[in-house]
């Protein structure tokens, strides 16, 4: 039996066989698959030849000898590879499936007959054993995902391809389906479009940590200026971006709030944040915390403000595909006459994966009401040009689900005069998108990614977590 788990992504291997087409094809296309699963840095459990036979499964006690490995490594194993070298016994495969009761992503993979080898020495009918097999897993209820053609060799480029994008589904899935998020304050009362369902959301596996913003202030309160936490927190902020025109006790400040934030997550375990900020923090505290949410996103615990948990569940299923940070953006400007161009902005607390460059000031909008001095810790600068991602989800009360849109498109170069975090996108038919958005009723705010993977968080979320989402192209 073959395990591993190189980068955290461990796949199950089924390989189909059916006794009256090539065994070789079966054993060569076990020894094939494998290969072309570890050559992309994944791990593999599989039975092997010395348990069934040329390490297929095609009888029931090979289905469940199958079954049994899998669910002893049912903790290592995030997604099942499903590959056909020849036609495949379509029962055996629903079967070990069902028997696993794993729950999780499939890949069905047919190989390729090859042209002048059709006789009954070197037939695989892979072709039709994958309709075969998909219809039975149609009628088991278990979900599958395809390859982008309907066979592949395992080692084309094509099914590489293929195998990545699988790797981000599955990242997907089980980040999405074992989240814990911490809502650090009240929704400020201004912004009713960050409303959401805590009970639709743990209904598909996301829990909701809350804490009020007055126990936040008062641990700070408690600490000392001395206190090693908020000294090391200091020393990160002064490190993460340049700080030079912030007074020392604004700064000192942040840290103290990273530097509690950071033990309360990692006292109730949760992953990822929505934080208060308009305008209490400001008021009563002194700062903003865009720099601690910053340096947080950039380190793969995703954190939007106002308490938009919707928000930073697009930022987190964006990052879980891609393994990069992402940001929460508003859909803020037009771009001069440019239908298809934007504006994406905020105040802001992008994570500075995002930025050309980037330097922390004042928040000039709040700063209007409060003062400069109490709006310290932004991260400004212009976004970096290249491929982007966006995601928005919103919990449906009406309909009692989890509906949303993702898509993709470009930041630009374009000349942009504006302050805090913003960036020109690009997006195909956005007046299309915009109206989908309007006549949809979604939120302002959006998640975006610097990196092409809204197909994988769409296909995990429609496909596996059965959530209602628009493709946008």
């Not at 009020?212 to 936490?229: F, K, Q, T, V, Y």
């Not at 375990?269 to 947080?296: D, K, N, R, Y």
């Not at 000349?415 to 020109?424: K, M, S, Y």
């Not at 939120?443 to 493709?471: D, I, Q």
Request: charged share 20%; net charge negative.
């Amino acid at each position: 039996m073959t395990n591993g788990k190189p980068r955290g992504i461990t796949f199950g291997m089924i390989v189909g066989n059916r006794g009256f087409f090539p065994g070789h094809l079966a054993q060569s296309g076990r020894s094939e698959m494998i290969a072309a699963i570890q050559k992309a840095g994944f791990g593999v459990v599989a039975v092997g030849p010395e348990d069934t036979k040329h390490g297929a499964v095609e009888a029931r006690a090979e289905a469940a000898l199958c079954a049994d490995l899998f669910k002893k490594n049912r903790d290592a194993i995030d997604g099942i590879i499903v590959t056909l070298p020849n036609f495949g016994d379509e029962r055996a495969i629903a079967d070990t499936l069902r028997m696993a009761g794993l729950n999780v992503p499939v890949l069905v993979q047919a190989t390729p007959d090859t042209p002048g080898r059709m006789t009954i020495k070197d037939r695989r009918d892979s072709f039709c054993g994958k309709m075969s097999a998909c219809n039975n897993l149609s009628q088991y209820g278990i979900p599958y995902s395809l390859t982008t053609r309907h066979t592949e060799t395992p080692d084309s480029d094509l099914f590489a391809r293929d195998l990545v994008w699988f790797a981000q589904v599955c990242r997907v899935v089980r980040g999405l389906r074992r989240l814990r998020i911490g809502a650090i304050g009240a929704r400020p009362a201004a912004f009713n479009t960050v409303r959401y369902s805590e009970k639709i959301l743990e209904a598909n596996g996301i829990s909701v940590e809350p804490i009020d913003l007055s126990e936040i202030l008062g641990r700070i309160n408690r600490m000392g200026d001395e206190d090693p936490a908020a000294v090391a927190k200091l020393e990160a902020i002064q490190r993460y971006v340049p700080t030079g025109s912030v007074p020392r006790a604004s700064l000192l400040k942040m840290a103290k709030l990273g530097a509690v934030i950071d033990h309360w997550m990692a006292q109730t375990e949760v992953s990822i944040s929505a934080i208060q900020c308009w305008t209490s923090l400001e008021e009563f505290f002194g700062v903003v915390p865009c720099t601690v949410m910053s340096m947080m996103s950039e380190n793969l615990m995703s954190s939007a403000c106002e308490v938009d948990i919707c928000g930073v569940v697009g930022m987190h299923a964006l990052q879980l595909a891609s393994e990069t940070p992402s940001a929460l953006l508003d859909w803020n400007n037009n771009y001069g006459e440019d239908p298809d161009k934007a504006v994406c902005f905020h105040c802001s607390n992008l994570p500075k994966h995002f930025f050309r460059s980037a330097r922390m000031d004042f928040q000039e909008i709040i700063a209007g009401t409060v003062g400069r001095e109490n709006t310290y810790g932004t991260c400004v600068g212009l976004v970096k040009s290249g491929p982007m991602s966006f995601a928005r989800f919103s919990t449906d009360d009406r309909q009692g689900n989890i509906r949303g849109y993702v898509g993709e498109g470009a930041f630009t170069d374009d000349p942009l005069d504006t302050f805090g975090g913003a960036g020109v996108v690009h997006i195909a038919n956005l007046q299309g998108l915009l109206r989908y958005i309007c006549e949809n009723g979604f939120e302002h705010h959006v998640a975006a990614n610097l990196a092409p993977v809204s197909a994988a968080v769409r296909e995990a979320a429609t496909r596996y977590l059965g959530w209602s989402v628009y493709n946008h192209q």
